[in-house]
């Protein structure tokens, strides 16, 4: 079975200032796909970035990259320069090999301070 | 507007009730999720569907039945609602399984 683990209920940042959002994920998977979401207060749930788990490369969209340890299972967000905007709560996520289903963890709530 | 819309936004109802809830997409995909979300528990995935003629249960199903009523039409019913199916529910849809999936504006449901 999939898991995600998010050890991190909440998380505070300094404007301007970098942060990094712990994932760590279970699978016995030979193939599988890692997403981050950003939920607002509003609600709606944002894809922020995907990382596929052949991929050599860390993907990177615009200040969010993902900072993916294979041999360590995780694959966590780093937000560069952040904004007020980014405070959400986020949501790691992971596909299996056949993409049958997703698998969320409990999420981050981040806040941004001024 | 939007592309996944779920209806209705909120709804009210009392033990007992059979309640449906609607998810409509222009995306074109035919890939369709319902999830239901728990505050600290994140999304559980209730059921899934890759087509009109396949259906499947995910985490959670007991309680909910789903309806694939066209490509573009996911519904989700509470045969019998009971208080702790108060929750958000999500409609999700996705290209492929190698891609995001993208979510509806959640319906807020509670159960008295």
């Known amino acids: 079975a999939q898991k995600i683990t998010q050890t991190q209920p909440g998380m505070f940042v300094q404007e301007k200032e970098a942060v990094t959002l712990d994932c760590t994920y279970d699978?016995?998977?030979?193939?599988?796909?890692l997403f981050w979401y950003k939920q607002p207060s509003s609600g709606e749930m944002i894809f922020l970035i995907y990382?596929?788990?052949?991929?050599?490369q860390n993907a990177t969209e615009g200040r969010y990259s993902l900072n993916f340890q294979k041999a360590r299972k995780s694959a966590n967000l780093v937000i560069s320069a952040s904004q007020l905007g980014d405070s959400a709560m986020y949501f790691c996520?992971?596909?299996?090999?056949?993409?049958?289903?997703?698998?969320f963890g409990p999420g981050t709530r981040l806040s941004v301070l001024p | 507007d939007a592309d996944v819309t779920q209806t209705p936004r909120n709804r009210i109802t009392k033990t007992g009730k059979r309640i449906m809830l609607e998810c409509s997409q222009t995306?074109?995909?035919?890939?369709m999720y319902w999830y239901r979300q728990d505050p600290g528990l994140g999304l559980r995935l209730i059921y899934y569907?890759?087509?009109?003629?396949?259906?499947n249960k995910g985490e959670i199903s007991d309680g909910y039945s789903v309806s694939r009523q066209a490509q573009a039409k996911f519904s989700l019913s509470l045969e019998s609602a009971i208080p702790n199916q108060t929750a958000l529910y999500f409609c999700?849809?996705?290209?492929?399984?190698?891609?995001?999936?993208?979510f509806g504006p959640g319906t807020r449901l509670t159960v008295l």
């Open positions: 999700a849809t996705s290209v492929s399984n190698y891609n995001e999936q993208f």
């Open positions: 699978t016995s998977d030979p193939s599988y796909g």
């Open positions: 990382q596929g788990s052949y991929d050599q």
């Open positions: 996520a992971m596909r299996g090999h056949y993409g049958q289903n997703f698998v």
């Open positions: 995306k074109g995909h035919d890939r």
């Open positions: 569907s890759f087509d009109v003629k396949d259906i």
